[in-house]
């Protein structure tokens, strides 16, 4: 029995000393022939270059990409890392070979909503099919526009006489047509009960696991068992009262099929809704806020989109008419205000991939399992593709921009999915915004 003790402890002692190699082991990769990695560096054991990329954000890109060229590796979020910065090498990953990458939420993100999320889906063909489905909902935004058009004006109405706070306000709006484009029409309620929920989930999002009563992560936990609990609620009710058809993304999902015709379990239905109306309304509420700001700051551009709404108001015949899909497609300045705004503002800066085997870029080496980060920023604020690439102006785009250089709602087969929503609801709420908000 002793020599078994002793064995076992020999055993820990190898398996610890192992464990803890992991995360050199990206480093002493065997190298092969005609292919190198790119250059970079891997930072700090475990922690690698993770809290340099937090604190110097768009910069850590920028510096990378002028020491090391257009790609460069590196260890952030707890993986061996590939960044990509030219618009070549986002075409090659995620336009041309999306089959050899698979999409991925950070790790924190993964951990809080889940990972069994359709956009994560390994096999290209699946993930393909899934998204031609989910894409019949946006044939009907135009359905949307009176209740986005209510939330708008009354959320700018609470705003009489008192200060707010725009990224706030902007993240409750985003999140009550999140809610809308997944969940269909809810009750006021579950929609608050929702809201709060996922709120503490966020604010969780990437703090350290202490789960004692108080901290961020204990509040996120609790707000995960919440929403998970409203969704399955959702669920049931429609489970319940199948004679209904519904045209929004849950009954899409709950009618989805894989290819052995099993449809979605519950937990792959509740992940799949919380890591939606968290790329529905993370993005969104930065994006308005970023709108927001640059109006602020720029009387002529406030005058100038001003100007587009009012003569929008004018040709109604009747004060108040709602806006009509026709209005929208009308709303040409507005239109570049939004496109430069998310140029510079750059809310989703990169797209994250995993390798699914070793792959040949340029005479580098992609390997296998590491993790890809196809950054938009660069090709964003690059002076060969605009020019003063710091300074907003939306006239630039009276010309379309060199292909594949602009991308903020990604590209390929993994494109936006609700970029059509997006744009709608910023054009909704900037309407409202200069026309009477005061
Ligand atoms: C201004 C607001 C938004 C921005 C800037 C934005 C940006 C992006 C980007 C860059 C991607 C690609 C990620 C990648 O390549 O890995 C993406 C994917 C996605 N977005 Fe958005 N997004 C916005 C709003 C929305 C809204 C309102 C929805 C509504 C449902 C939405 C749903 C999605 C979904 C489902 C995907 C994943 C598609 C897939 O993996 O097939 N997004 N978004």
Redesign the pocket.
């Known amino acids: 029995m002793k020599h078994e003790g002793i064995e076992t402890k020999l055993l820990c002692h190898w398996s610890l000393t192992l464990l803890s190699m992991l995360p050199f082991l990206p480093f002493c990769l065997p190298s092969r022939p005609g292919l190198r990695l790119p250059l970079g560096s891997m930072g700090w054991p475990f922690f690698g270059e993770t809290f340099a990329l937090r604190s110097q954000q768009q910069k850590f890109y920028m510096i990378r990409q002028r020491t090391y060229g257009e790609l460069f590796k590196t260890h952030v979020f707890g993986y061996p890392s590939i960044v990509t910065t030219s618009p070549e090498a986002a075409k090659f990953v995620?336009v041309e070979h999306p089959h050899l990458f698979r999409?991925?939420g950070l790790p924190f993100v993964e951990d809080a909503l889940g990972y069994r999320?359709?956009?994560?889906i390994e096999n290209h063909r699946l993930?393909m099919k899934?998204?031609k489905q989910?894409q019949v909902p946006l044939f009907h935004l135009h359905k949307l526009i009176p209740q986005l058009e209510a939330w708008a004006i009354s959320l700018m109405r609470s705003w009489e006489g008192r200060t707010v706070n725009a990224l706030q306000e902007a993240k409750l709006y985003?999140f009550n047509?999140?809610t809308l484009?997944?969940l269909g029409q809810q009750s006021e309620n579950d929609r608050k009960e929702l809201t709060k929920a996922c709120e503490c989930i966020i604010k969780g999002l990437g703090c350290w696991r202490l789960y004692f009563p108080g901290t961020n992560y204990f509040k996120a936990c609790q707000g995960r068992y919440k929403a998970c609990e409203l969704v399955d609620k959702i669920v049931n009710r429609r489970r319940q009262s199948r004679t209904t058809q519904h045209v929004d993304?849950l009954g899409i999902l709950m009618d989805a099929e894989d290819d052995d015709k099993i449809p979605m379990s519950n937990r792959e239905l509740r992940e799949n809704v919380l890591?939606?109306?968290f790329?529905?309304?993370?993005?969104?509420g930065?994006?308005?806020t970023w709108t927001l700001k640059n109006l602020r700051e720029n009387a002529s551009l406030l005058d100038e989109l001003t100007d587009e709404h009012d003569k929008i108001v004018q040709r109604k015949q009747v004060p108040d008419q709602p806006l009509t899909w026709a209005d929208i497609k009308d709303m040409l300045i507005t239109q570049r205000v939004?496109k430069e705004t998310?140029r510079i503002a750059n809310?989703?800066d990169?797209?994250?991939?995993e390798a699914l085997e070793d792959i040949a870029y340029n005479g580098y080496l992609i390997p296998k399992g590491w993790r890809v980060m196809?950054v938009?920023t660069t090709f964003h604020l690059d002076a060969q593709n605009y020019p003063s690439p710091n300074k907003f102006d939306h006239n630039r785009f009276e010309v379309a921009p060199k292909p594949f250089t602009y991308?903020?709602?990604?590209?390929?087969?993994?494109?936006?999915?609700?970029?059509e929503?997006?744009?709608l609801?910023?054009f909704i709420f900037l309407h409202h915004f200069t026309t009477k908000y005061r």
Do not use: K, W
């Open positions: 995620l999409r991925r999320f359709f956009g994560y993930h899934l998204r989910l985003a047509v999140a484009f997944v993304i890591t939606l109306l790329a529905a309304h993370d993005a969104m930065a994006a308005l939004i998310l809310v989703v990169f797209s994250y991939r196809v938009h991308t903020p709602f990604g590209n390929g087969a993994h494109v936006c999915l609700g970029r929503l997006a744009q609801e910023m």
